[in-house]
């Protein structure tokens, strides 16, 4: 019998009870043992819920008993979950977390400290909710140097900027729909910012590259500055906006961020939209490859969870390998990173149409026009490949209404 502990009865822990339940003979053949949920810890009562005759309120029950192999962390938040998960591992047993947050701060820790105690510390679904992209990554893709990750990794985001694209949808009654349907962070602004998606490239660069990738040292801009205009323009160019976490390794420099992309139709990760998240990696052998499914919800975000404690299971008595080490990672500041940019720019004062366009010219050089009958008072334009610096530089003295990276 694997006895299992679920701390956190919320939108991903009720997700967690309710498989591990519903598919239980389906999941302990495939695990080769009984798997039984023991215990669900949360502060709350849940009366005339099936989760009455497990919970419990105090986390020493669960860590006292020597019964229980496998503690599944699905709070959210560094603390207590750091704490919690920790004592597990130091106690002998297994951990697996959908907790992106604590993963991006302290995997490289829990890792070595699971280690050091002969068990697990798995985090399958901290990365693009049901979709497998971390046991791929460290368990099939051993072969290649990643020389590119680009993703959609955020739900909420993509959603949004989905119902927004198609319906010219109201920002706010988007976002409120997606909170109702459980895709959002407690705090929203995590998405809308692009925190969330911050995390999860800092875990994928983390483990693609093997060193520790710092979340705070990533680049993040999230999507509150686009607008239905900006997707008027992608309409006349056959494009889309989509929120990226990209990673890329140029000349030995590894270069991470987050921000909206501006992407064409041949890129792949053009046609993935709503709740959808999907993480595109592009091997120096294989060539590229895309894992696509829900990135967020209940049901999806705990079937990778579950799978997690499947694969515990499966591997008690030793730890997998996986290199992730905790010395820090340098990474290529954003002033260096190459791109073109779309760009919007409205004429200062007393200056017309004409001779705002002659000055792009001048500045920015060779660029790609965009004009829409829909606006007449400004001027839209696609540069060459530049840098940051560059872009900050040419674009000084104009009045910018909008500007987004396009992704090559
Ligand atoms: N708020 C996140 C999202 C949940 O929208 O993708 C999954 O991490």
């Known amino acids: 019998m694997i006895n299992v502990a679920i701390l956190g009865y919320g939108t991903v822990g009720s997700g967690v009870f309710k498989i591990?339940?519903?598919?239980?003979?389906?999941?302990?053949?495939?695990?080769?043992?009984?798997?039984?949920?023991?215990?669900?810890?949360?502060?709350?009562?849940?009366?005339?819920?099936?989760?009455?005759?497990?919970l419990v309120h105090d986390v020493d029950i669960i860590m006292n008993d020597?019964?229980?192999?496998?503690?599944?962390?699905?709070?959210?938040?560094?603390?207590?979950?750091?704490?919690?998960?920790?004592?597990?591992?130091?106690?002998?047993?297994?951990a697996c977390t959908s907790n992106k947050e604590l993963v991006a701060k302290?995997?490289?820790?829990?890792?070595?400290?699971?280690?050091?105690?002969?068990v697990n510390f798995f985090f399958e679904a901290s990365v693009g909710g049901g979709?497998?992209?971390?046991?791929?990554?460290?368990?099939?893709?051993?072969?290649?140097?990643?020389?590119?990750i680009q993703?959609?990794?955020?739900?909420?985001?993509?959603?949004?900027?989905?119902?927004?694209?198609?319906?010219?949808a109201d920002f706010d009654t988007v976002l409120k729909d997606a909170q109702d349907k459980g895709y959002a962070e407690r705090n929203p602004e995590a998405d809308i910012e692009g925190y969330d998606a911050c995390r999860?490239?800092?875990?994928?660069?983390?483990?693609?590259?093997?060193?520790?990738?710092?979340?705070?040292?990533?680049?993040?801009?999230?999507?509150?500055?686009?607008?239905?205009?900006?997707?008027?323009?992608?309409?006349?160019?056959?494009?889309?906006?989509?929120?990226?976490?990209?990673?890329?390794?140029?000349?030995?420099?590894?270069?991470?961020?987050?921000?909206?992309?501006?992407?064409?139709?041949?890129?792949?990760?053009?046609?993935?939209?709503?709740?959808?998240n999907a993480i595109l990696v592009k091997g120096d052998m294989l060539g590229e490859v895309m894992f696509y499914g829900k990135g967020a919800g209940s049901l999806p975000t705990a079937s990778a969870v579950v799978s997690d404690v499947v694969d515990a299971v499966k591997r008690q008595g030793y730890t997998a390998r996986v290199f992730w080490s905790d010395v820090k990672r340098t990474l290529g500041g954003v002033d260096a990173f190459k791109t073109p940019y779309f760009v919007r720019v409205k004429p200062q004062a007393g200056e017309d149409i004409a001779s705002l366009k002659n000055r792009v010219d001048n500045v920015f050089g060779k660029v790609e026009y965009i004009s829409l009958d829909s606006k007449p008072e400004e001027i839209a334009f696609i540069t060459d490949v530049i840098s940051g610096s560059e872009y900050d530089k040419a674009a000084e003295g104009f009045d910018v209404v909008s500007r987004i990276r396009v992704s090559k």
Not at 76 to 94: C, I, M, N, Q
Not at 131 to 148: A, G, K, N
């Open 106 to 118: 302290h995997g490289a820790e829990l890792l070595e400290i699971a280690r050091e105690n002969n």
């Open 200 to 276: 999860k490239i800092a875990i994928l660069t983390s483990l693609a590259y093997e060193k520790q990738v710092d979340f705070e040292d990533i680049y993040t801009e999230g999507i509150t500055k686009i607008t239905t205009a900006d997707f008027d323009y992608m309409k006349k160019i056959g494009a889309t906006i989509k929120l990226l976490g990209t990673s890329r390794k140029v000349d030995g420099v590894t270069y991470s961020m987050v921000a909206p992309f501006v992407l064409y139709s041949d890129n792949p990760l053009y046609n993935v939209k709503d709740v959808f």
């Open 66 to 94: 020597d019964e229980v192999d496998v503690v599944v962390e699905v709070m959210g938040g560094v603390e207590p979950a750091y704490t919690f998960v920790k004592k597990a591992l130091e106690r002998g047993k297994s």
């Open 151 to 168: 993703g959609i990794m955020n739900g909420t985001t993509n959603y949004i900027l989905t119902k927004m694209e198609d319906e010219g």
């Open 131 to 148: 979709i497998p992209i971390i046991r791929p990554l460290i368990e099939c893709l051993t072969v290649d140097h990643v020389e590119q």
């Open 20 to 54: 591990i339940n519903e598919n239980n003979s389906h999941i302990s053949r495939r695990a080769g043992d009984d798997v039984k949920v023991k215990y669900v810890l949360d502060l709350r009562d849940f009366p005339g819920d099936p989760v009455e005759d497990v």
